[in-house]
């Protein structure tokens, strides 16, 4: 029943979405490029997938346009439990998760999609450029410089980074759930700095 009043309130929010942007951003998280070698960066994946299970619910409870939303590349280990306003919970759909990616893009036109980096050499600029985002590893330059680079070379997919935001706005991305947000604003505002408003707005 909670799963079902979940899905219910997504479909209310995507009818208006898909209207006003023509379809839902279709994003996905690869968490093959994750390291969970030592014992620090298995807390961090802990908390990656904390963050992940925020924006699960958020994509469905949040003021933010949602968006198509799949993960690739995590462990069946890794559990994704998400609660809902009223404190229930409820295990996230098998649609939830992409087969992966080397697969899934044997199926589709890899110029129309982009992985983002933090260490790329260009910044996004036209959303409706591309069909399909994935989003890798935020902490490149702290952890392995270059991860997600590296991982989009071997997809051969375009990569960029995110704009910055006015100079009178905070531009750190922390986490996942902050990047896919500002993409959405992003696609339905059509233009970045109002995105970061607001994203800053919703903060």
């Known amino acids: 029943a909670i799963q079902g009043e979940a899905t219910r309130k997504f479909e209310s929010k995507k009818s208006k979405t898909v209207s006003e942007q023509g379809g839902l951003l279709h994003v996905i998280i690869d968490g093959n490029v994750l390291e969970r070698n030592t014992e620090q960066e298995q807390e961090q994946q802990q908390q990656h997938i904390n963050d992940i299970s925020r924006l699960l619910l958020l994509n469905v409870y949040g003021s933010a346009p949602p968006v198509h939303l799949q993960l690739s590349g995590y462990n069946r280990t890794d559990r994704f439990d998400v609660s809902d306003p009223h404190g229930h919970v409820f295990l996230s759909s098998p649609a939830l998760f992409a087969p992966p990616l080397e697969e899934l893009l044997r199926t589709v036109n890899r110029s129309r999609v982009l992985y983002l980096s933090p260490d790329a050499d260009v910044e996004v600029k036209e959303m409706r450029d591309f069909d399909l985002f994935i989003i890798g590893g935020l902490t490149d330059r702290q952890r392995h410089a270059g991860a997600s680079m590296a ?27 902050h990047v896919v947000n500002l993409m959405a604003w992003a696609a339905k505002l059509g233009d970045w700095s109002s995105a970061w408003r607001q994203q800053r707005d919703e903060r």
């Open 151 to 177: 991982r989009a070379r071997c997809l051969n997919v375009t990569t960029a980074k995110l704009p910055p935001a006015p100079s009178s706005l905070p531009s750190q991305v922390r986490t996942v759930t």
